[in-house]
């Protein structure tokens, strides 16, 4: 029976799945990160691709019925991890295992996936976006968190997870997965999104934790000026803020929501040289 307090909704559609796999547009002998692997039907899809699989299961229950499910692939192809997703080091997972060839020039290119719990989408998202980078992510979430994430400014469910996400990645809405194709059917639509970093991202990585923490504490204040927004936020003067906003060409009555994320990154920047 899948555990409530872990949020378990098996995902059986094989269709579905394939298109999942598709998503991550892999390549054989690729690496990927699966968080939560349940019974093991999406890590079927991968290793019958011929990726290599490292999938972590919380519940030790699961991660054995995934175990036996795909023995036939070998522990070269997969190699399960019982604990939790949040904790665990994922880079030192992917650098201690023996079937993924390593230089020490390069970090091993990796996707990551996974049919994970909603209620911990954020967190794995941040920790998922930690450098060295995945080529790619692609997770089923809940529907009303993919739009969020691919929010343009000024809409509705644009947001400061919108912000931080696009900053340094291209964020795709793909396509809704109806609630039958899981068990038990979830309460809300769900959706797969993929989240590839970009080229030239917006900010560095030595900023997100800054950036993360200032666009979060503008978008508490979204429907107020955005001068009183960065006076309230930075603690400046309305003199230093006007003469700031002036100087980056920015509106000082607009609202933050109408704000993509190079505005708050030039935003950042200039806030930590005063």
């Known amino acids: 029976m899948p555990n409530k307090r ?13 298109r999942i796999v598709d998503a991550l547009d892999p390549a054989p002998g690729d690496v990927v990160l699966e968080i939560g692997p349940g019974k093991g039907s999406l890590t079927e899809q991968l290793l019958a691709r011929g990726l290599r699989v490292i999938a972590i299961e919380k519940d030790r229950r699961l991660a ?3 175990g036996v499910r795909n023995a036939e692939f070998g522990v070269g192809r997969l190699s399960l991890v ?13 650098d201690a295992h023996p079937g993924i060839p390593h230089s020490a020039l390069s970090t091993p290119h990796f996707n990551v996936v996974g049919n994970i719990p909603y209620n911990i989408t954020s967190p794995l998202l941040d920790k998922a976006l930690t450098p060295p980078l995945p080529a790619r992510v692609v997770f089923l979430v809940q529907a009303e968190v993919a739009d969020r994430l691919a929010a343009v400014p000024g809409s509705k ?3 400061a997870l ?10 795709e809405r793909l396509f809704i997965v109806p609630a039958g194709a899981f068990t038990p059917r979830p309460r809300v ?3 797969l999104v993929r ?4 080229d030239d991202p917006v900010i560095e990585p030595g900023e997100v934790p800054a950036f ?3 666009v979060t504490a503008c978008f508490t204040r979204r429907r107020k000026q955005l001068r009183n927004v960065v006076m309230a936020v930075t603690g400046r003067s309305a003199r230093v803020v006007s003469a700031g906003l002036a100087a980056l060409e920015l509106d000082p009555v607009a609202r933050p929501e109408t704000l993509g994320p190079h505005a708050f990154a030039r935003l950042l920047r200039w806030s930590v040289r005063l």
Do not use: M
């Not at 872990?6 to 394939?18: A, E, K, S, V, Y």
């Not at 665990?88 to 992917?94: M, Q």
């Open 6 to 18: 872990l949020g378990q909704h098996f995902l059986t559609d094989r269709n579905i799945l394939q």
């Open 64 to 66: 054995h019925e995934c």
């Open 82 to 94: 019982l604990g939790d997703a949040l904790k665990l080091d994922w880079h030192a997972l992917i």
């Open 157 to 159: 469910t644009y947001g």
């Open 162 to 171: 919108s912000v931080s996400v696009q900053a340094q990645c291209r964020v």
């Open 189 to 191: 639509r769900s959706a």
């Open 195 to 198: 989240v590839t970093p970009l």
């Open 212 to 214: 993360r923490a200032f």
